[in-house]
């Protein structure tokens, strides 16, 4: 199996994960899983049946995602790192800022990722070495930039306290970027980085499920990954900073500092 087939199944996968969503729509309730952090039947549902895509073609493949189920691979190494519905508050609201993440990381290298935007129809995907493309057209990071001209989006963790070093961080940025966002959705937030629409992007909060896909998008696309201390990056570890450019990279972790 090649991964162009990976990501064949990866895409039909979105696509059922996403109608799901879309017939859940206005009619699910809604709890919390811990404070401020939202979940509905619409998300386990649509887990469902990515999971069942997935193990119907791979039935020795892990798989791990954000709604509870975290099986081990029982014959090699292939791991699915999928969140069903990333931005959840957004899809509770209305606000049409969320997708479905779905990303294969073999031999603990993420190698396919897809993330399918369904309000615009919009289908990022890349596989490794083969670059980052949106419904099927390449798509590269924007060109290098002064961090005062840059637009970055960041991911603060839900219930944050004012102590809290994520909001630090944004304050800070806010005095020194052009403009910061907070949009709730860090899947999307990485392929609009990987698309040129944005220069920038960190969290010190995230799962493997809300980064794997869009982690690899933004590699394909020409972007620069490492976590706060300008190491390599690592899926499994919550801290990610990215950007379009070296020279951008290294002034955003210096002003990221605190």
């Known amino acids: 199996m090649n991964n162009e087939n990976y990501l064949a199944v990866a895409k039909q996968a979105a696509l059922a994960g996403a109608q799901v969503l ?86 603990s290298r993420l190698v396919v990722g897809v993330i399918y935007d369904l309000n615009r129809d919009e289908m990022f ?41 994520a909001l630090k961080r944004f304050v800070k940025l806010v005095c020194t970027a052009q403009s910061v966002q907070r949009t709730g959705s860090a899947a999307l937030n990485l392929a609009y980085l990987a698309y040129g629409r944005i220069d920038g992007f960190w969290s010190s909060n995230l799962h493997s499920w809300d980064m794997a896909a869009g982690a690899l998008l933004v590699e394909e696309a020409g972007g620069v990954l490492s976590n706060f201390q300008g190491d390599e990056f690592n899926v499994h570890q919550p801290a990610i900073v990215c950007s379009n450019s070296s020279s951008l990279h290294e002034s955003l972790l210096k002003a990221l500092e605190i």
Request: hydrophobic share 35%; aromatic share 10%.
């Open 22 to 107: 879309k017939d859940w729509t206005g009619r699910f309730t809604v709890s919390e899983k811990s404070k401020a952090n939202l979940v509905t039947e619409a998300d386990k549902e649509s887990q469902q049946a990515i999971y069942e895509i997935i193990l119907r073609n791979f039935p020795t493949h892990g798989f791990l995602g954000e709604e509870g189920v975290d099986e081990k691979s029982t014959q090699g190494h292939y791991l699915w790192i999928v969140d069903p519905l990333d931005g959840t508050t957004n899809y509770v609201h209305g606000f049409p800022y969320y997708a479905v993440s779905i990303a294969l990381e073999i031999d």
């Open 125 to 165: 995907t890349a596989i490794r070495g083969a670059g980052a493309f949106c419904n099927d057209q390449p798509i590269h990071v924007s060109r290098p930039c002064p961090l005062s001209e840059t637009l970055l989006i960041t991911s603060i963790p839900t219930a944050a306290d004012a102590d809290d070093p």
